[in-house]
């Protein structure tokens, strides 16, 4: 065929539907460039609200918190950059993790922990917000 190269393993529907040995595709390329572009201004706005907390009183820290414009920009934050870095995570162990067991199990202890992050923050700004 013209344009192939002749050591090429991959079969003609194969190229077609660009998948590669994860058959995958480029899903999870995507979702981590989108979640990085959307992790600038929640980063940034959470800087700006942590600078803001300083100094302040637990009552005051709270309160701003417990603000519903504010909680949102904190859970978009925590469930963004909770999402990048699982999906980071995972291309990393499945690049570099070469034993089928280790890399199950590595996949497995990934996925809780940005799971069990994300819950455990969400819940405290949740808790904050309605006062509970």
């Known amino acids: ?8 393993m991959r ?5 077609v539907r660009g998948l590669g040995a994860a058959h995958a595709g480029t899903k999870d390329f995507w979702h981590q460039r989108v979640t990085a572009v959307a992790g600038i201004p ?11 907390l300083m100094g302040r009183s637990h009552a005051a820290v709270v309160q ?16 963004n950059t909770a999402y990048h870095m699982w999906i980071g995570m995972q291309e990393i162990i499945l ?5 089928d067991k280790f890399k199950l199990a590595t996949l497995m202890a990934n996925t809780f922990f940005c ?5 455990v923050s969400a819940f405290a700004i949740l808790k904050l917000s309605f006062g509970v």
Do not use: C, Q
């Open 1 to 8: 065929m013209i344009g192939e190269r002749p050591n090429e």
């Open 11 to 15: 079969t003609p529907m194969r190229r």
């Open 42 to 52: 929640l980063t940034i706005a959470a800087i700006i609200i942590v600078v803001a």
């Open 64 to 79: 701003i918190l417990g603000s519903p414009i504010v909680a949102i920009i904190m859970l978009l934050f925590i469930i």
């Open 95 to 99: 690049d570099y993790v070469h034993e």
């Open 115 to 119: 799971f069990a992050v994300a819950f």
